[in-house]
């Protein structure tokens, strides 16, 4: 269960503030897989790194009775002057799993070939995503949060990672932000809609998904 209490988020845009989530409560129950829907711009990313602790609120506060991974797909927190290794054995160490394990795990996993041994500021944007997936994928969560991952590589990879994060899903949760309702279906099933800062948590995914698409329309 991850329980959201009186959430508010603020970011200040060409001297204006505005408000990206406003005094958001919801508990996402234990168990389900969420797809988080909005339109472009309504605060999916955020929410999804205030979940994860990666960034602070304004205000409120978000609990959870188990393990939440980083966003996978968003790089931020890797450090940019660290090799993609160097990288995924401070994680490693941060989260309590075998170093060596997880350095080999993502080695193989990512197809990052020498660039696994090089600065991460040297990487595209692909090949963060790629690094990151295959860290994330090393842990064991209770819950994945996943931003549009696994559209990264050619099709032989986006195979590879969809497969791998399907076996993942056999024990635990997901928050997925992900434009492709067909991935949405497949891997979630409940739904919540983010608009306006405010979000509708639907059992139904359905329902999430006939409301956000009524939205774009």
Known sequence: MIRIENLTKTFRLKGENKVVINNLSITIPTGRSLALLGRNGAGKSTLLEMIAGTMRPDSGRITSDGSISWPVGLGGSFHRDLTGAENVRFVARIYGVDTDDLVAFVEDFAELGKSYHMPLRSYSSGMRSRLTFGA??????????????????????????????????????????????????????????????????????????????????
């Open 136 to 217: 994330s994928m090393g842990i064991k969560f209770d819950t994945y949060l996943v931003d549009e991952v696994t559209a990264v590589g050619d099709r032989a990879f986006r195979t590879k990672s969809r497969r791998l994060f399907a076996e993942r899903m056999e024990n635990s949760s997901a928050i997925m932000v992900n434009h492709n309702m067909e991935q949405v279906r497949k891997f979630c099933n409940a739904g919540m809609v983010l608009e306006g800062g405010k979000a509708t948590y639907y059992d139904d995914l359905e329902e999430a998904i006939a409301l956000h698409e009524a939205m774009l329309s």
